[in-house]
C-alpha cells in the first residue's frame, strides 16, 4: 500500500511564504514524476508545478518567478516552496506521486488528502 501525505498549509498575508512537504511511504519501488497540483472554489483542479526523479522542473504560468519545486530522492520527498503569495493563490494544494509500488507494476498517479492555504489579509 501506498501513502502520499501532504503537509504545511495555513493562513498567510499576501505577500507572504509558504513551505509545502509532501511524503510518499509504503510499497514503492520507484517513483517517477512528483508534482503540486491546486483546486480552489468552484474551479477545476490545475497544475501547479512538477519534477521528474531527475531534477527536471515544470510550473503553471501564474506561478512562475514565484514558486519553487524541488525533490530528495532519498527521501521520497517533494517541497514546494511558495512565495509572494496572493489571494488568488488561494487553494487545497494536493501532492501527485507517480509511482511503481513494485518491479512488476505498472506506475500509476497517487494523491494525497490535501492541504488548505488560504492567503488573505
Known amino acids: 500500500q501506498v501513502h502520499v501525505v501532504e503537509s504545511g498549509g495555513g493562513l498567510v498575508q499576501p505577500g507572504g511564504s509558504l513551505r509545502l512537504s509532501c511524503v510518499a511511504s509504503g510499497r514503492i519501488f520507484s517513483i517517477n514524476v512528483m508534482g503540486w497540483y491546486r483546486q480552489a472554489p468552484g474551479k477545476e483542479r490545475e497544475l501547479v508545478a512538477t519534477i521528474t526523479s531527475a531534477g527536471s522542473t515544470a510550473y503553471a504560468d501564474s506561478v512562475k518567478g514565484r514558486f519553487t519545486i524541488s525533490r530528495d530522492n532519498a527521501k521520497n520527498t517533494v517541497y514546494l516552496q511558495m512565495n509572494s503569495l496572493k489571494p488568488e493563490d488561494t487553494a487545497v494544494y494536493y501532492c501527485?506521486?507517480?509511482?511503481?509500488?513494485?518491479?512488476?507494476?505498472?506506475?500509476?498517479?497517487?494523491w494525497g488528502q490535501g492541504t488548505q492555504v488560504t492567503v488573505s489579509s
Open positions: 501527485n506521486a507517480r509511482i511503481a509500488p513494485t518491479w512488476r507494476e505498472k506506475f500509476d498517479d497517487y
